[in-house]
């Protein structure tokens, strides 16, 4: 009872994958990030039909939710890197997470632990309708808690992967082994038999108590056939001279 199986262990591994999309989510709909709000759309998605593949045995879908971890995982490495500014990444560029729609960053660039904004009056830098704010104290930079974000993502995706890739073979395994030719008889299985409407039962006739079932023939005398003109008169006195004899009525 106390044992945790394969498929037990993707389904919590699947439950914390959720929590922590659903987290990020919210976050990234407070900072307008667009393209990752699409991106934790989809995940969900996977991670929903990875749950039910594992409890209702469809290998077929948890090798759909296995690609798309790996296309998560890269996701999640392109943010490392972007926020991380490795190679010719650069924050500066914000229309790869807004498609350009915004000015606005990730949410904890101002609501990061510690952080302290100021807002910057009458500034020439700040476009129609915006200001410009300096951010100071923070405890933790917001680059920091995204790439920790996309890092906790990239951990559970790979177990993830691992125990999808396990429970989805198990599964294949026991459809092969499973004898399509003989259905459930090869399990000891017996399926109940329809009963029929038309049952055949033994047919008893009544016999009279004068009517024997077995009668046996007649026996007529010469004398008998001779009066019915069965015989001729010369084979008839030819008999009664040499004895009483009987035939068979057949």
Not at 119 to 130: F, I
Not at 183 to 206: E, V, W
Request: proline share 5%.
């Amino acid at each position: 009872m106390g044992k945790c199986t394969g498929r037990c262990t993707l389904v919590v591994i699947c439950s914390f994958q959720l929590v922590a999309a659903l987290e990020r989510q919210v976050f990234d709909f407070l900072g307008y990030q667009w393209a990752p709000i699409l991106a934790n759309f989809l995940h969900i998605m996977a991670v929903i039909l990875g749950i039910f593949g594992t409890v209702q045995f469809r290998s077929r879908y948890l090798i759909l939710y296995a690609v798309w971890l790996v296309l998560w995982v890269g996701w999640n490495s392109f943010i490392i890197c972007f926020y991380l500014e490795v190679g010719h990444l650069s924050q500066d560029r914000d229309f790869l997470m807004t498609f350009n729609t915004s000015l606005h960053r990730s949410w904890w660039m101002e609501n990061g632990p510690g952080c302290l904004v100021t807002l910057v009056p009458n500034s020439p830098l700040a476009p129609d309708d915006h200001h410009v704010i300096t951010v100071s104290g923070c405890l933790l930079d917001y680059q920091y808690i995204e790439v920790v974000s996309s890092a906790l993502q990239v951990f559970l995706a790979l177990f993830g992967f691992v125990y999808a890739c396990y429970v989805s073979k198990v599964f294949l395994e026991d459809e092969d082994s499973f004898d399509f030719i003989g259905g459930f008889d090869s399990y000891g299985y017996q399926p109940p038999q329809k009963a029929s409407h038309l049952q055949l039962q033994p047919l008893y006739t009544s016999v009279p108590p004068h009517v024997s079932v077995y009668q046996r023939p007649k026996r007529f005398s010469v004398a008998v056939l001779y009066k019915e003109n069965r015989i001729p008169a010369s084979q008839y006195k030819l008999i009664e001279a040499n004895q009483n004899v009987s035939f068979d009525n057949h």
